[in-house]
């Protein structure tokens, strides 16, 4: 079983509409969680990271925590055709001698029509 | 603002045969991670460098190798390259304490 998992999709959204993408994680302790886009045959880019349970709010983007529930989520308002891309839930757990590795979940393709 | 660095972008090369890419971080960031990404797969976490030294170990093969110099900029040494081995490789940097990582443009490494 995956330590972190995404629902590949893809998830198809009408120009405008809010986009909900999901990602749960296994019993370990976590410490910090991350969402990256990543454009066919390019970088993962960051664009959100959340430390803490709750809502953080970054201009059309928000992340969602919840560690009892052990799921994290990001929900893009006023979704625009060039939000179409992978996107990536990153997770650091906290290993014995951990550091910083990441590992991600998979990816959910998200497709917005205009 | 400045970016990681990866040279080359793009590497074609024979079995067997070997390869070195490079990775400049974001300046100010000592640390720097390495991953591969194979078609339709997600980034592995292959090795990573604080200060010079080597902090985790991923899934790396035997045959790849890694090191951080003075500079802070790595490289990934590869050799006997396998057919497998064709991937896009990332470099990503941080700055220790800080858990954000910012991934480079990537080099995509063809085996023929």
């Known amino acids: 079983q995956k330590e972190v998992e995404q629902n590949s999709g893809p998830l198809s959204v009408p120009e405008g509409a809010i986009a909900s993408l999901n990602c749960t994680y296994s019993?370990?302790?976590?410490?910090?969680f991350f969402w990256y886009r990543q454009y066919s045959g390019k970088s993962p880019e960051l664009i959100m990271s959340?430390?803490?349970?709750g809502d953080k709010e970054d201009g059309r983007f928000t992340a969602q925590l919840n560690k009892a529930s052990q799921y994290v989520s990001l929900l893009i308002r006023d979704s625009q055709p060039s939000d179409s891309a992978t996107y990536l839930c990153?997770?650091?757990?906290?290993?014995?001698?951990?550091?910083?590795?990441?590992?991600f979940g998979g990816g959910t393709r998200l497709m917005v029509k205009p | 603002a400045a970016g990681v660095i990866q040279s080359p972008r793009h590497l074609i090369k024979e079995k067997r045969e070997t390869a070195t890419l490079k990775c400049y971080p974001i300046p100010r960031h000592d640390t720097v991670y390495w991953y591969q990404q194979g078609p339709g797969q997600d980034p592995q976490f292959l090795i990573s460098?604080?200060?010079?030294?080597?902090?985790d170990k991923g899934s790396i093969p035997d045959r790849f190798s890694a090191q951080q110099f003075s500079d802070y900029h790595s490289e990934l040494n590869m050799s006997s390259l396998e057919l497998g081995d064709s991937a896009l490789y990332f470099c990503a940097s941080s700055q220790q304490g800080d858990y954000e990582q910012y991934f480079g443009p990537g080099t995509r490494l063809t085996v023929t």
């Open positions: 019993d370990r302790v976590s410490q910090s």
């Open positions: 460098f604080y200060e010079k030294m080597q902090s």
């Open positions: 959340i430390y803490s349970n």
């Open positions: 990153a997770v650091n757990f906290r290993l014995a001698n951990a550091g910083n590795m990441l590992t």
